[in-house]
């Protein structure tokens, strides 16, 4: 009887640590394929971005001439309007890459040009190049994009109510050892309970419909593990983050 229980006892344990093994395991894999997601988008992004200013180099000499010919026919009006398109092309583009390395090139040129598909406007003003964080470009990606996609869906549902041009601003800078990074954008209402234990829980989200609240949590455990602060504030329909950062880790 006592051999019975015994075996009992150990099919119940050798199950238990079967299941806690497949929990384990599978929580695993599920973080694996989030990274190389991750890395598939930043891979399209850098190639995005790569087409991008090789197609503008490409085409500059076409450019010149066709601005040449119009100068040539008396068309100055016409030549100085095409050139100030041209130039606001390439002015775009190089917000997005000057300075930056090839990862956080592409996912700044990419939300973008998703921010100005959508008709928000978004003011990059970096005193120095996000490049220069000392934190690894996984987590650069990971934190920018996160900060960047949420400025973007809160400001189009702020556009969408109010029929009006929403406004996107990343601010980069450093001041007295510190790296300081600093996003704002149109926002709508946020309960009180949501702007709680934001960045702090998974599934709290500023936004409406189908949004999973993961990003906040991912852009907080990124400061966290590189010894940042950060910090949020909610007035007057402008969601605020700031986040500080040791210039020496």
Known sequence: MELVIYLVIFTILLLAAIGLTSFFYSKKLTGMKRELHQLAQQHEQINETFLVVRGERHDFLKHVSAIHFMLENDETPKAKAYLDDLVDGYERTNLAIKG????????????YRRASSSGVSIV?????PLSTLPISDHDLVTLLGNLLSNSIDATIEWQDKYKEQGLITLQFY????LYILLAKNHSLAIPTNILDKLFHTYGRTTKTGEH?????????????KNNGYLDF?????EFSVKIKLPALQ
């Open 174 to 177: 450093k001041r007295s050892g």
């Open 212 to 224: 999973h609240g993961i990003g906040t949590k991912m852009i907080n455990n990124i400061v966290e």
């Open 233 to 237: 504030t909610y007035k007057k329909e």
């Open 100 to 111: 930056e390395r090839g990862s956080v090139a592409g996912v700044l040129h990419q939300m």
């Open 124 to 128: 990059y003003d970096l005193d120095v």
